[in-house]
């Protein structure tokens, strides 16, 4: 018996959805559809200083307003603490994590990865981070459209944060323990998340829990040839006529769009995009594909 297919997108509400997370929220929804799985959303607010007031809503609507229905209740990392107290917990009584009171400034002195100096620290000091002992380091992974993914050394075998100083819970902990508790079978996401990949497979593997599989999309990049981010001011989705950017997206993703796009429900659309969805289409390399000012339709609205 095969396991049923569990997707799912993971915004965090930093502000609304651009361009670059529509890509891996209708990626993660494609697969999701193509696999006849669920498809849930998870909202990752686990950093208020970091987010903006209203964002998760708008986050919510935009999703509906682009036709990507999702199952189930949303879960709200705000909600799930004692989730990840108990699994901080569990990791601290196996021998696996650690407090650590180094500073950025001597991590990056020596190179940039944490060299385990706290390793041996018997009491528990204050103000202290609690970084995870990774004695077995993964030395590569598969990703489902670019295939064997070798990690880098210095990476994969750095003992890395789960608990912050700042006594916030650790995004790589957060996202192991609830893509655990969802039962998700793959993530499909940005590229920019294959070093937190390689994080997260150790993660499961020490708390001895089955990793998902793995879907790296490209990136959108703005013309001066970063990463769409919120950081950076990506402009907001537009709220018109979704069909245009959908279409967008799809090509993008190295899709074939369907025609007369006009003329149809964006329901219709996703519906085709679902039964065309093949992901060795999918480009490999990042590319510049922000969003025009000019639409397709005389009818947009914005
Ligand atoms: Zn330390």
Redo the contacts with the bound molecule.
Sequence with gaps: MTCPYIGRFAPSPSGPLHFGSLIAALGSYLQARARQGRWLVRIEDIDPPREMPGAADQILAQLEHYGLRWDGEVLWQSQRHEAYRAALDKLMQNGMSYY???HRSRIQQIGGY?DG??RYRQRRPHNAAI?LKVDHPIRQFFDQRRGVIVCEPALAQEDFIIHRRDGLFAYNLAVVVDDHFQGITEVVRGADLIEPTVRQITLFQQAGWQAPHWLHLPLALNADGNKLSKQNHAAALPDGDPRFTLCQALRFLGQAVPEGVEDTTVETLLNTAVAQWDITSIPVNDAQNGLVATTAFSNDSH
Excluded: F, G, V
């Design positions: 650590c009171t180094c944490y100096d706290c970084r």
